[in-house]
């Protein structure tokens, strides 16, 4: 059975050292995300709304997941094995998600 993958943002962090050594003056976290926020996927698209910098690092965890594979062997990682806590590519101001697997809606 195919199931949804939903997508929390779970925080919006800004890395002060790195932001401070490259980034420009009065840097803040990320404009597009904070926590809270939920977006569900299918599984094979990015859903409305998430940026693409956000979705790629996910994309083929949330397909496996989708199809009810498991993101880690049996208790190795997570207390529950439908869901991971992943980050954006944003090395200066990353976005923490937290991804699993739902009944479709």
């Known amino acids: 059975m195919k199931r949804d993958v939903r997508i929390t943002i779970l925080k919006s962090e ?4 790195l932001a401070e050594e490259y980034a420009i003056p009065n ?4 404009p597009f995300h904070k ?3 939920v977006f ?3 599984g094979e698209h990015k859903p409305n709304g ?3 910098y956000a979705w790629k690092p996910i994309e083929a965890m949330a397909a496996s997941l989708s199809h009810g594979e498991l993101l880690q062997p049996k208790g190795a990682w ?3 094995d439908d869901k991971g806590v992943f980050a954006c590519v944003d090395g200066l101001r990353p976005v923490i998600m937290l991804i699993e697997a739902i009944d479709a809606e």
């Open 78 to 80: 997570m207390r529950d």
């Open 27 to 30: 840097f803040d976290p990320c």
């Open 40 to 42: 569900v996927s299918d």
């Open 50 to 52: 998430l940026c693409e």
């Open 14 to 17: 800004v890395d002060e050292r």
């Open 35 to 37: 926590a809270g926020q």
